[in-house]
């Protein structure tokens, strides 16, 4: 922007209004992050400036003023404990805005104003970098950048319609410049901007421990886990079980893991035989280190995605999943665990005491199978179909023995009532069994240009057990899925109807739906997604071998050179002089052919004087050079719009015709 002073005379009610508009618009997104007392302030301020100026009101004395900036900074203070960090800063941003309102006085003061809410668009990119915000974002800028060209506008301002089709053209030149700077700029790994997450305030997702009721709430929550792209066949929903935390301590009440479960460096000896699944998943921002993966993932593959595989199998990052995460893993479903230590056997049949009913009835449970381990299963999970057990997001409070009161009083819950019931059984019958947490099914989008990736929401949480088989290893078993089959087959709106949305499984919303979805992941994949991996493979695939900062930079320089040549190219042609019209072009040709045998026309002569004195000078020239003349001077300025087809083409022959030898004193001829 320019650096010239602007008057204080050219502040008006409608620069002002101008401004408070954009500013509201770049505000609203920080009103969720804002305390309230905040954006409150903001209204009253703004409201008040508007009406001052309208009625001539005096502005705050410098005193005023001065308190009520100590008075807010302080207000931040208090809040946030600090001014420092993404949610007290934007604060103190948005306050200190609020109160330039309070000493605005000249339009330069507006610009200052301006460039705050430049700022404030910019912040609410720390908090989130959906789409939505991206819609929100660039009407803001628009609307902002309008405001600027009016504040700087020297006379009345420009109608709103010219004023946005000037700001929208500036912006499309703009956009080039943009596109060079995001795709050649080096990229950092890490968070965005290399800044964490203002906080943990949102976050969802499994915890690592299991108390009765604890997943219900994730069940009912339909926001996004991870979404999943697979190389090749996506494997069938009931073979989709998405590991997570594996909890292998009950202390009566609360499944957690055990104290050297979460340890790197001991994975179990797993034979990775059979089919391999390769995909690409990319997490969302939740509680905790889990990423999530189908059974059994490669180690090798783990290792390159910066995390570590444990005793447990299950994959923990080396950091706090607080940002959005896409890794690429690869799974051998039919994988085997040939050995358990003594250690983790023990661990896996400790039972706290309690219980009795439980104890009893697995017992009766092994006299039944003869000591067959598998059978002893089996006859568990034959239990928990033929009696009347139900599945049910409200199964009631349980308190004392817990595994008893559901087992034979209750018998209603949902799967960590059964996945933790059934593994209590079975450590009861000496089998060793442990807790499984983590995701099953998701949703396969459809869509068919932005689809073919598999959605996994919260609601897909889910818990199961495993057992040590002798011969067979560690086995899967869901009693869940004994109780209430179409929660594995279907998911969990088939099994329970009450959590399905009415119209939310129409066909045309389901397909928006799912739509918005697939954008959403082209979103998080292409744009959000683009770090220095992609930028690498994108540079490769130009031609540029190895590519690395140093040649990054030298390829933006030169990118920005052409983009610089091109606006230049551009404006300086359609700066040009508009081109003369047919007839005036013609006449000029007229007027060289008789400047090159001294008859030069002069800037003020009008055309019939200029024909007066070629006559004068040049009478063989006279009637040719009249005809020209009149043709010129009526296509020119006679609204004979029906005739100038004719005419003009009259004018080019006569023209065309024309020539002028040199005079020889007395005669010239064409």
């Given at each position: ?152 506008h020297h006379g009345r301002l420009l109608a709103i319609k ?75 929903r009931p073979q989709r079980y998405w590991r997570g935390p ?425």
């Amino acid at each position: 922007m320019s650096s010239q002073r602007l008057s204080a005379n050219t502040l008006t009610a409608q620069h002002l209004g101008w401004v408070l508009m954009a500013s509201a618009l770049a505000f609203v997104p920080h009103i969720t992050h804002l305390p309230p007392w905040v954006s409150a302030l903001a209204a009253l301020v703004s409201v008040w400036r508007y009406i001052a100026h309208l009625r001539g009101w005096g502005l705050p004395p410098v005193l005023l003023r001065s308190v009520l900036v100590a008075v807010s900074f302080t207000g931040v203070l208090v809040q946030y404990q600090t001014v420092n960090g993404i949610e007290a800063g934007s604060a103190l941003l948005c306050v200190m805005a609020v109160m330039k309102l309070t000493e605005t006085r000249t339009a330069r003061d507006l610009v200052v104003l301006i460039y705050i809410a430049y700022f404030l668009i910019a912040a609410q990119f720390l908090y989130e970098q959906t789409v939505w915000m991206l819609i929100w974002a660039v009407p803001s800028i628009w609307l902002l950048s309008a405001t600027l060209l009016q504040v700087n506008h020297h006379g009345r301002l420009l109608a709103i319609k010219p004023a946005l089709a000037l700001s929208g053209r500036m912006l499309l030149h703009a956009l080039p410049l943009m596109l060079a700077l995001f795709l050649l700029f080096p990229r950092m790994q890490g968070s965005f901007w290399a800044i964490e997450a203002p906080s943990k305030r949102g976050l969802t997702g499994l915890s690592d421990k299991l108390e009765l009721g604890s997943i219900s709430e994730l069940i009912q929550s339909n926001e996004v886990a991870f979404r999943v792209r697979f190389e090749g066949e996506v494997p069938d929903r009931p073979q989709r079980y998405w590991r997570g935390p594996v909890l292998d301590h009950f202390d009566g009440r609360t499944w957690t893991p055990g104290a050297t479960a979460q340890s790197p460096g001991e994975t179990p000896d797993v034979v990775l035989d059979g089919p391999r699944v390769t995909y690409e998943l990319t997490l969302e921002p939740q509680i905790g280190r889990y990423l999530f993966a189908l059974e059994a993932p490669d180690p090798l593959a783990v290792m390159s995605v910066d995390a570590m595989l444990t005793q447990d199998y299950q994959i923990l990052a080396r950091r706090d999943l607080t940002d959005r995460t896409r890794v690429r893993l690869i799974s051998y479903p039919e994988a085997k665990v040939r050995h358990i230590t003594r250690a983790l056997r023990q661990r896996t049949l400790d039972l706290p005491q309690g219980n009795p009913r439980a104890r009893e009835l697995a017992a009766q449970l092994v006299t039944d199978a003869g000591g067959r381990a598998s059978q002893v299963v089996a006859s568990a999970l034959e239990l928990f179909r033929e009696q009347p057990f139900y599945y049910t997001l409200r199964p009631g409070e349980l308190r004392g023995n817990r595994i008893d009161q559901f087992l034979f009083d209750t018998r209603r819950g949902f799967c960590e009532h059964y996945a933790s019931s059934f593994t209590f059984l079975m450590r009861a019958a000496g089998i060793p069994a442990r807790v499984v947490t983590g995701y099953q099914g998701g949703e396969l989008n459809t869509s068919v240009l932005v689809g073919g990736h598999l959605t996994v929401r919260q609601s897909d949480a889910h818990a199961w057990a495993e057992v040590w088989l002798r011969g067979r290893g560690w086995v899967r078993v869901d009693p869940t899925g004994y109780v209430a089959p179409e929660r594995i087959d279907s998911g969990i709106g088939e099994a329970l109807p009450e959590l399905q949305s009415g119209f939310g499984n129409l066909p045309l919303l389901a397909g928006l739906r799912q739509t918005w979805d697939g954008v959403n992941h082209a979103w998080n994949d292409w744009v959000l997604g683009y770090g220095p991996s992609r930028q690498n493979s994108l540079m490769e695939h130009l031609g540029v071998k190895e590519p690395d900062a140093y040649k990054l930079v030298g390829l933006l320089a030169i990118a920005l050179g052409v983009i610089g040549a091109a606006l230049y190219l551009v404006l300086e042609w359609r700066g040009r002089p508009p081109r003369p019209a047919p007839e005036s072009r013609l006449y000029e040709r007229f007027c060289r052919r008789l400047a090159r045998r001294d008859l030069a026309r002069a800037p003020e002569e009008a055309p019939r004087d200029f024909v007066r004195r070629v006559a004068e000078q040049r009478p063989d020239l006279a009637q040719r050079a009249q005809v020209i003349t009149e043709l010129y001077l009526a296509l020119r300025y006679l609204p004979d719009g029906g005739q100038t087809k004719h005419a003009l083409a009259d004018l080019r022959r006569h023209v065309r015709e024309f020539r002028v030898r040199q005079s020889s004193q007395a005669t010239g001829s064409a």
